[in-house]
C-alpha cells in the first residue's frame, strides 16, 4: 500500500508568462492581432491594423500583448519567425515613424520583415518617402522596413490566402472569437493540469495515510476514498467532454488537403486542444490503473484483517480450552466418578468439536483468500497451519484422556464385580441355613451349591493380578494400585472361606456329623438381590406405653447364643476357623448395613420428598401437609450419618475386625441421634394411624413396588439399633485372643448403654402432668 500514483504533466518547455484572461481587455481593443497567416518562409504574421491611437497605448501594454501573441505560436515551434504588417494608409509619417521606433525597442521575438503600408494621403505620402529616406538607415540597423504603397504590392511578398479580406485576402478572421477561442484554450490547460494535481495529491494521500487498526474505521475510510475516486471521475469526465467540445469547435486539419503553399486554419489551437485531451485520457488511464490495484490492496488488507481477528479469536478460545482441558482428570477411584468425569468429557468435548468446527471455517477463509493470490499469502498459511495444528492437538488430548477414563471404568468395573462376587459369596456362605444341612443329603446339597458358585464365578474369583496390571498398566495409578490389591485381598479371603466351607462339609459327609448354623445371628433381611426391602413380620406393634419391652423384646429375639451344638465345638479348636466366623459376623454387619442404608433413602426419596411434590399434593389428606418432619423424625439426619460416614468406616474394617470397635466408640456420640427419633416415634405412629389408608401412602407403595406399608420402614431405626449389639456380642465371642477385644467391649458397653438411655427417654416423655 506505500507505492503512490505519480503522474507528470508536461506543458510545453516555454511557459506562457501571460494568459489571454490577464489582458483580455487590451487583446480586444485590437491594436494588434495573430491572424494565422504566414508568409511564404513560414513566418507567422502579425497585423497592427490601422489605428490612430497606437501611439497613445502605454510601451507596457503593448509589450505585454506581443509577447504573448508572439507566445503562442512558439508553443508548437522552437524556431519561430514573425512578419509585422502595419497598416498606416490613414496615418501619418509620425505616427508610422513612433510606431517603428517603439517596435524596434521591444519587440519580443524574432522579427523577420516589417512591412508598412504608408500613408495614402499626398502630402502625408511625400512626408513618409522623405522621412524614411532620411531614417532608413536607422530602422535597417534595428528592423528589415519594406515601405509599400499600395495592398497590391504586398500580395507579391505574401499569398491571399495568409491575409485578411481587408489586405485583399481570403483568410477570415475575427478577432473577438479568437480572443474567446485563446481562453477557453488556456482555461481548459489550466483544467488538465488541475485534475493532473489533484490525481498526484489523491494518489500521495493513499500512499502515506497510515490505516487504523478496527475494522469499521478500515471499511470507513476506504468508503471514503471510493467516494473521491468517483468524484474525480466525474471531474475528468467533466473535462474531458469540455475538451472535445473546445476541439469540435476547430477544423481538424486535413494532411491531404494541405500543402507547402497551403496552410490549414488554425492548426495551432486544434493541436493544443488535442494534446491535451490526449494527456488527460492518459493521466485517466494511469489513475484507473493505480487505483485498480489500491483498490485490490485495501479490500485485500480488509480481508487480512478480518482473517487475523478470526484467527486470533479462535487460537485464544484454543488455547483457553487447552487449559481446561490440562485440568481435567484422566482416571478416578470409583465407577460413578469415572462414569460422571467421562459424561463432562464429552460435554467439554462437544464445545471443543464446536470450536474446531469454527477453527475449519477460519481455515477455510484462509484457503480462500490464497486461491485468490492475497499478498499476505505465506502469512495466511502460516495460521491455517498454526490453527489446524492447535485443533488437532486439542482433539488428540481429548481423545486421549477419553480412552484412558474409559479403560479405567473398565477396571474399576472388573474390580467392581470382582468384589460384587465376593459379597454373593458371603451372602451364600452367610444365609446357608445350617439346620437344613444336620443331614447328609442337606450338606450334600450345600457343598453343590459352593461349588457351583465357585464354578460360575471362578472368572473373578480366580483372576490373574499380574494380567490385569499388565492389561492396564497404562492407566494404573497408585490408587488403583492399592484397589487392586486390597480387591485381590478381599478375594484371597473369600476363597479361603468357601476351601474352609467346603473342608468342613466334607467332614461333615465323611463323619456323618448333624450340622448347625455357622454364622450367629442369621441376617436380619435375605440377599438384596431376592427381597431387598422388608420389615420383620414378627416385630410387635409399637406403643409408647410399651417402649422398653419392646427394645428388649428384639434383642432377646436375635439372641440365638443358647442354640449352638456340637458342631460349634467341632471347629472352635482351630483358629482358622475363629477368623473365618468373625469374618462371617464382619461381612453380615457390612451387607446388612448397606441393605439398611439403601431402605433410608428409599424412604426419604419414595415418601418423605413426595410430600412436596406439586403433583401429589392432591392425594395427600390434609392433616399431612407440612408435617413430614413429625412422620420421619431426624431420619434424615440419621440416612447421612449411616451413609456418608459410618457405612464406610466398617466398609475400611472388611479385612481388619480388630478395628470394628473403634469404629463404634468413634461415633459412640452421633449415635445419640437415635433418643431423638424413638422419642419422636409416638408423635409418628399416631400421625400415621390417621393416614394410613390415605391414597398418597398408596401411590408411593405402588410407585416404590413394596409390600410392606410406610409403618414397617419406619421401624428400621429401631430394630438396627438393637442389631448392632447382638452383632458385637456375637463378633466378640470368636476374639477373644485377638487384638481390638478390649475396643470390642466397650463398644458392646457402649450400645448397651443408648439401648438403656432410649428407654429412660422414653420413660421420661411419658410422664404427664407436671412441669
Not at 491571399?160 to 489586405?167: G, H, I, M, N, S
Request: hydrophobic content about 35%.
Amino acid at each position: 500500500l506505500t507505492t503512490a500514483f505519480v503522474f507528470f504533466f508536461f506543458f510545453p518547455e516555454t511557459a506562457i508568462p501571460i494568459c489571454a484572461k490577464d489582458i483580455s481587455d487590451d487583446l480586444m481593443k485590437e491594436f494588434a492581432f495573430l491572424s494565422g497567416g504566414r508568409g511564404k518562409d513560414k513566418a507567422w504574421i502579425i497585423t497592427l491594423p490601422d489605428n490612430a491611437r497606437f501611439n497613445e497605448v502605454p510601451e507596457e501594454i503593448v509589450s505585454k500583448v506581443l509577447t504573448y501573441l508572439t507566445s503562442v505560436p512558439s508553443q508548437h515551434e522552437s524556431d519561430t519567425k514573425f512578419i509585422l504588417i502595419l497598416d498606416r494608409r490613414l496615418d501619418t509619417w509620425t505616427s508610422v515613424k513612433m510606431t517603428l521606433q517603439k517596435i524596434a525597442a521591444s519587440f519580443p521575438g524574432n522579427l523577420h520583415l516589417v512591412m508598412v503600408l504608408r500613408p495614402t494621403g499626398f502630402f502625408q505620402r511625400t512626408f513618409t518617402d522623405i522621412g524614411f529616406r532620411f531614417s532608413q538607415e536607422d530602422f535597417l540597423l534595428k528592423l528589415p522596413v519594406v515601405m509599400l504603397s499600395s495592398v497590391s504590392d504586398l500580395l507579391t511578398y505574401i499569398d491571399e490566402q495568409q491575409l485578411t479580406p481587408e489586405f485583399g485576402g481570403t483568410l477570415e478572421y475575427c478577432h473577438s472569437e479568437w480572443v474567446i477561442f485563446r481562453t477557453a484554450i488556456e482555461s481548459f490547460a489550466l483544467t488538465v493540469k488541475e485534475i493532473a494535481q489533484m490525481l498526484q495529491s489523491f494518489g500521495t494521500e493513499l500512499a502515506e495515510t497510515e490505516l487504523p487498526d478496527d475494522m469499521y474505521s478500515i471499511e470507513r475510510i476506504l468508503a471514503l476514498r471510493t467516494e473521491k475516486y468517483y468524484q474525480l471521475k466525474e471531474d475528468i469526465t467533466a473535462v474531458t467532454k469540455e475538451g472535445n467540445l473546445l476541439l469540435s469547435s476547430f477544423e481538424e486539419p486535413d494532411a491531404g488537403e494541405c500543402s507547402q503553399d497551403q496552410h490549414c486554419e488554425r492548426p495551432g489551437d486544434w493541436e493544443t486542444v488535442n494534446r491535451l485531451l490526449g494527456q488527460l485520457r492518459e493521466m485517466e488511464t494511469a489513475f484507473d490503473g493505480f487505483w485498480e490495484k489500491h483498490q485490490l490492496k485495501m479490500e485485500q488488507y480488509l480481508q487480512l484483517w478480518k482473517f487475523e481477528q478470526s484467527f486470533q479469536e479462535v487460537k485464544n478460545a484454543i488455547e483457553f480450552l487447552m487449559g481446561r482441558q490440562a485440568e481435567l482428570p484422566d482416571t478416578g477411584d470409583s465407577v460413578p466418578q469415572v462414569k460422571q468425569r467421562l459424561k463432562d468429557l464429552g460435554h467439554f468435548d462437544g464445545m471443543a468439536q464446536d470450536l474446531i468446527g469454527k477453527a475449519q471455517v477460519v481455515i477455510l477463509h484462509g484457503h480462500q483468500l490464497a486461491a485468490n493470490h492475497h499478498y499476505a499469502l505465506n502469512l495466511i498459511c502460516q495460521q491455517c497451519n498454526e490453527l489446524r495444528h492447535h485443533s488437532d492437538v486439542l482433539s488428540d488430548e481429548i481423545k486421549r484422556k477419553q480412552m484412558r477414563l474409559q479403560k479405567t471404568l473398565d477396571l474399576h468395573t472388573r474390580l467392581q464385580q470382582a468384589l460384587q462376587c465376593c459379597d454373593e459369596g458371603a451372602y451364600l456362605l452367610a444365609n446357608q441355613q445350617m439346620d437344613k444341612c444336620q443331614s447328609k443329603e442337606g450338606a450334600q446339597k450345600a457343598l453343590q451349591d459352593i461349588e457351583r458358585f465357585l464354578e460360575s464365578s471362578s472368572a473373578y474369583l480366580n483372576y490373574d493380578p499380574q494380567a490385569l496390571h499388565y492389561d492396564f498398566e497404562s492407566v494404573l495409578t497408585s490408587e488403583l494400585k492399592c484397589q487392586i490389591q486390597s480387591v485381590q485381598v478381599k478375594l484371597e479371603n473369600v476363597r479361603s472361606m468357601f476351601e474352609n466351607r467346603q473342608a468342613c462339609f466334607k467332614k461333615l459327609l465323611d463323619k456323618h456329623v448333624r450340622p448347625v448354623q455357622l454364622v450367629a445371628p442369621r441376617p436380619e433381611n435375605p440377599p438384596r438381590s431376592k427381597s431387598p426391602l422388608f420389615s420383620p413380620k414378627h416385630v410387635t406393634p409399637w406403643s409408647s406405653s410399651h417402649c422398653i419391652p419392646f427394645l428388649f423384646q428384639i434383642e432377646v429375639m436375635h439372641d440365638y447364643q443358647e442354640k449352638r451344638n456340637s458342631l460349634q465345638s467341632f471347629i472352635s479348636d482351630s483358629d482358622d476357623n475363629l477368623d473365618i466366623l468373625k469374618g462371617h459376623v464382619i461381612n453380615e454387619l457390612i451387607e446388612t448395613e448397606r441393605v439398611y442404608v439403601e431402605e433410608l433413602f428409599t424412604v426419604l426419596t419414595g415418601y418423605r420428598a413426595e410430600m412436596d411434590n406439586p403433583a401429589m399434593l392432591i392425594l395427600m389428606p390434609p392433616v399431612l401437609r407440612n408435617r413430614k418432619d413429625v412422620l420421619f423424625g431426624n431420619m434424615p439426619e440419621i440416612y447421612d450419618f449411616h451413609n456418608k460416614i459410618f457405612l464406610h468406616s466398617l466398609e475400611s474394617c472388611l479385612g481388619a475386625p480388630e478395628r470394628v470397635g473403634c469404629c463404634f466408640l468413634d461415633r459412640r456420640q452421633d449415635f445419640q441421634m437415635y433418643e431423638k427419633y424413638c422419642q419422636n416415634k409416638p408423635r409418628s405412629e399416631s400421625l400415621w394411624r390417621q393416614c394410613s389408608e390415605s391414597t398418597f401412602f398408596q401411590e408411593c407403595q405402588r410407585k416404590l413396588e413394596h409390600k410392606l406399608g410406610l409403618d414397617s420402614y419406619l421401624l428400621k431405626p429401631v430394630q438396627r439399633l438393637t442389631k448392632y449389639q447382638l452383632l458385637l456380642k456375637e463378633l466378640l465371642k470368636y476374639s477373644t485372643s485377638c487384638d481390638g477385644v478390649q475396643e470390642l467391649q466397650e463398644a458392646l458397653v457402649a450400645m448397651l448403654d443408648l439401648l438403656k438411655s432410649v428407654n429412660d427417654s422414653m420413660h421420661q416423655i411419658s410422664i404427664t402432668g407436671y412441669d
